[in-house]
């Protein structure tokens, strides 16, 4: 099975600050990794899919990068309605697998 | 606009079973894979299956594997999830997906396995 292994677990950061969430995979994936948003008591939301594609009506602050077997989701300049979890997805082989996901607080 | 509404969740009993249904709207139903997504109170998020556009190919997580069936029926675009056996570590919020480059995420309900 894929390993996703996504760090941090929890990050606390101010408003406009630039964060990073990291997500490795146990082996190569290509770019077969989506990252979703997920608020309190909401379902997920897709943020970027093929590791870096942005999808459509996410805001542009939103990015992913692949490098090897490491992904990165980042928020260039964090907003007070990025109050969520973030979970990055492999979809490159069964079984599909999810990361531990990172809960994001606003300081 | 894309539309999962999901259905069937509730209480039930260590042993017992239960079948969601999830209504799908505002795509092409037959060009895309659906899949069932849970997640335990305060967890994070558990693929459970998969299933193909013509419904000839099934994939489960090894936690569900000979205990659920997923289904769809293409005319009535709804895929569904025959839960049996269930057992108390079940108890999550059941979520209804699209499958392709990503998922597309639906409504969830609550399965409260409990006796």
């Known amino acids: 099975d894929i390993q996703l292994t996504q760090s941090p677990s929890f990050l606390s950061a101010s408003v406009g600050d630039r964060v990073t969430i990291t997500c490795r995979a146990s082996q190569d994936i290509d770019d077969y990794l989506a990252w979703y948003q997920q608020k309190p008591g909401k379902a997920p939301t897709l943020l970027i899919y093929a590791a870096s594609i942005l999808e459509t009506g996410v805001p542009s602050r939103f990015s992913g990068r692949k490098s090897g077997t490491e992904f990165t989701l980042t928020i260039s300049s964090l907003q007070p309605e990025d109050l969520a979890s973030y979970y990055c997805h492999q979809l490159k082989a069964y079984p599909v697998t999810l990361g531990g996901g990172t809960k994001v607080e606003i300081k | 606009e894309v539309q999962m509404v999901v259905s069937g969740g509730g209480l039930v009993q260590p042993g017992g079973s239960l079948r969601l249904s999830c209504a799908a709207s505002g795509f092409t139903f037959t060009s895309f894979y659906m899949s069932w997504v849970r997640q335990a109170p305060g967890k994070g998020l558990e693929w459970v299956a998969n299933?193909?556009?013509?419904?000839?190919?099934?994939y489960y997580a090894d936690s569900v594997k000979g205990r659920f069936t997923i289904s769809r029926d293409n005319a009535r675009t709804s895929v569904y999830l025959q839960m049996n056996s269930l057992r108390v570590e079940d108890t999550a919020v059941y979520y209804c997906?699209?499958?392709?480059?990503?998922?597309?995420w639906g409504q969830g309900t609550l399965v409260t396995v409990s006796s």
């Open positions: 997906a699209r499958s392709s480059a990503a998922y597309v």
């Open positions: 299933i193909d556009q013509d419904g000839s190919k099934e």
